[in-house]
């Protein structure tokens, strides 16, 4: 990761972070880890929570074993442990918060602790911001999904390969051959039926938004209504950063030993609906006539490791630089959501252009 290496001397060099407490939620993940040796070395303290079915038991036990950092996540959390883990990290009374979907910036509000900044990473923590959190957040939040640096390496080519990654390594099945649908054809979810495509299967699309419904079929998908693909899917993968997408009636639609799974930030499979599963493998159970893969969270994290190690430093870049900008000039910030500066954009693109053996 050298945009990180780079950015870890700086930090030890200037430790624009000195003194802050840092509350943090991202996936605990070796790639996360070196993002976390970066903040520290730039002179905070941090407590640190995952997401849940996506920690990686061994990497928080590194974590938490060095100086500065407590961890509390666990491969095993659910929603309600999650929840559960971001109330303690607000009674340790974080100042600055590096959020994943918005949960820690939502517990702040509610409580109106003094928190002063903080980064909101994901689609769907950003969705959160521009709707039930809209002028109700009395501090600036930096949001790197807007980033379309973000957004066009992470989200599109990233996301795509690793989900499919996840979905062999989970099934051990085939792609080539394979009806799938895809439901959202957004940033990540172009990534992924493109990657399926690529890989030889038919990929149905559903997608409410006609302009990109539309781009999915000059991309060669098969544009669908949810009804209408479900029963023709081998395999169903939602990434539309809402929830509740497969229901109880769209699970009547599916076919027998459909297989279910989600790409996006929060769950988008009704987890009452599926009721409880029955285990066929580690990645795989089986709920009545359909299986589920992942426990139902991101696959590419729960069955594969996560987006590539170029992918993330980018991403981590732009959070680490971010949070530098954030601590040493508040004023240049109004509070509420707002995009990444376009200078860290611009630094970054730069760095990571220079980085790729491409251009070598
Ligand atoms: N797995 C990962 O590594 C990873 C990485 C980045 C983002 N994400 C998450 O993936 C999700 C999607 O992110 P994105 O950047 O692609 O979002 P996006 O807003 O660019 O795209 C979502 C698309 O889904 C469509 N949509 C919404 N509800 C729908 C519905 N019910 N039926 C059909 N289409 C619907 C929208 O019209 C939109 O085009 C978010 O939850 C985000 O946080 C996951």
Not at 191 to 219: H, I, K, N, Q, S
Not at 228 to 254: H, N, S
Request: proline share 4%; charged share 20%.
């Amino acid at each position: 990761m050298p945009l990180l290496a780079a950015l870890r001397a700086e930090y030890a060099a200037e430790r624009p972070l000195a003194g802050r407490r840092l509350g943090m939620c991202l996936h605990v993940e070796p790639k996360t880890a070196v993002l976390v040796e970066v903040l520290l070395a730039g002179g905070c303290e941090i407590a640190l929570t995952g997401s849940p079915a996506t920690t990686d038991d061994g990497t928080a036990a590194a974590l938490d074993s060095l100086e500065g950092i407590t961890v509390w996540a666990a491969n095993a959390d659910d929603g309600a442990a999650h929840a559960a883990q971001i109330e303690r990290i607000l009674d340790w009374g974080p100042d600055v918060l590096l959020d994943n979907g918005a949960d820690l910036i939502a517990g702040t509000v509610t409580r109106g602790l003094a928190v002063t900044a903080a980064t909101e990473e994901t689609t769907s923590g950003a969705n959160r911001l521009k709707a039930e959190l809209s002028e109700r957040v009395p501090f600036p939040v930096v949001v790197i999904d807007d980033s379309p640096l973000k957004r066009l390496i992470e989200n599109t080519y990233g996301v795509g390969p690793t989900v499919v990654e996840g979905f062999m390594r989970a099934t051990n099945l085939l792609v080539a051959a394979t009806t799938f649908c895809v439901v959202g054809y957004g940033a990540c979810g172009r990534g992924v039926a493109r990657a399926l495509r690529a890989d030889g299967a038919t990929v149905l699309v559903v997608e409410r938004d006609p302009v990109r419904a539309l781009e999915a079929a000059f991309d060669g998908m098969r544009v669908r209504e949810l009804q209408a693909a479900l029963p023709e899917a081998d395999v169903v993968i939602t990434v539309t950063g809402t929830t509740g997408v497969i229901g109880a009636a769209e699970l009547a639609l599916l076919r027998d030993d459909a297989l279910l799974a989600n790409a996006g930030h929060f769950s988008e499979i009704d987890a009452t609906a599926l009721g409880r599963g029955e285990r066929v493998t580690d990645q795989v159970s089986r709920h009545g006539r359909v299986r589920l893969l992942g426990r139902g969270e991101m696959l590419n994290l729960t069955a594969a490791t996560g987006n590539q190690i170029q992918v993330m430093d980018l991403g981590f870049a732009l959070q680490a630089h971010s949070l530098r900008e954030l601590a040493r000039d508040p004023s240049r910030f109004s509070d509420g959501p707002q995009p990444v500066p376009t200078n860290v954009d611009d630094a970054v693109a730069h760095a990571m252009l220079a980085a790729l053996s491409a251009t070598r």
